[in-house]
């Protein structure tokens, strides 16, 4: 396995491995499918923000790791949101970690002070990997967002690179 910064071409791959999550979860709250021309330009458009992508023994991407805005305002321009995408026949087997760790170094060496992740609930698999890479819990939002005909909880994790 290989991680790496993405190309253009892996933006197919990056949006079937979204779309399973929106199509299938509550995990990511979007309703509609993504499209890889949209992902691309939005990954162009803020070139502050790094991705990973894990590439298999086959050259198939087979997770992202992502940074992006937390919020728009000038104040937190210091923080990011980040979120992290397995594919479902690639999951447990420390792809994720592989994939989300060196994005974290390279926010925190790009001057982030924190990462802050929301982790929609119940999500154990996700949570653990969040703590084993240094996030704490900051609080849940209840009844955050309404998808798959139920109300789900978001709890929200911050990953501080500063003391």
């Not at 991680?3 to 999550?21: G, K, L």
């Not at 330009?41 to 992502?66: L, M, N, S, T």
């Not at 397995?86 to 087997?93: F, L, M, S, T, Y």
């Amino acid at each position: 396995m290989q991680v790496r910064a993405p190309r253009d071409d892996d933006f197919s791959a990056i949006a079937e491995i979204t779309n399973h999550y929106i199509a299938t979860t509550a995990i990511h709250f979007a309703y509609e499918p993504v499209l890889a021309s949209d992902l691309l330009a939005g990954w162009r458009q803020h070139a502050r923000y790094p991705w990973r992508v894990a590439e298999d023994d086959a050259g198939r991407v087979v997770a992202y790791a992502k940074a992006g805005v937390y919020r728009e305002r000038a104040a937190y321009a210091w923080t990011t949101e980040t979120a992290v995408y397995v594919a479902p026949d690639a999951q447990g087997r420390g792809i994720g970690r592989a994939v989300y760790a060196p994005l974290l170094a390279e926010v925190a060496e790009r001057g982030f002070r924190s990462a802050i992740a929301g982790i929609v609930l119940p999500n154990p698999a996700s949570i653990a990997l969040h703590v084993r890479l240094g996030f704490a819990s900051v609080g849940v939002v209840r009844e955050a967002g309404f998808k798959l005909g139920g109300w789900h909880d978001v709890e929200f994790f911050q990953c501080r690179f500063t003391s």
